[in-house]
Nanobody, 117 residues
């Protein structure tokens, strides 16, 4: 079974630039699509960013220009660099991995990001 473990969340001030990381088990890490979802209370779950197995990336419109997703295959780690954080970025962020082309098959436990003064 694939195991995804997120880290890097916490309390950050508006305008801050934390970096989330997701460590994945297994040697198949860079074979599949990966990404980040986020869930805030009372809000629709959002797909924040995706990095495809070939290296291409996609972003939620509201985070374009502020967030960057990347992959370090040697370390089996996917990163989400978040810049210029806003209170509306507050959410639990989940690392995800998709085995098939149209499904997110594995989810991490989530890490809370709270943007507040």
């Amino acid at each position: 079974q694939v195991q995804l473990v997120e880290s890097g969340g916490g309390l950050v001030q508006p305008g801050g630039s934390p970096r989330l990381s997701c460590a994945a088990s297994g040697s198949i890490f860079n074979t599949y699509d990966m990404g980040w979802y986020r869930q805030a209370p009372g809000k629709q779950r959002e797909l924040v960013a995706v990095i495809r197995s070939g290296g291409s990336t996609n972003y939620l419109d509201s985070v374009k220009g502020r967030f960057t997703i990347s992959r370090d295959g040697a370390k089996n780690t996917v990163l989400l660099q978040m810049n210029s954080l806003k209170p509306e970025d507050t959410a639990v962020y989940y690392c995800i991995l998709g085995v098939s082309d149209s499904a997110w098959d594995y989810w991490g436990q989530g890490t809370q990001v709270t943007v507040s003064s």
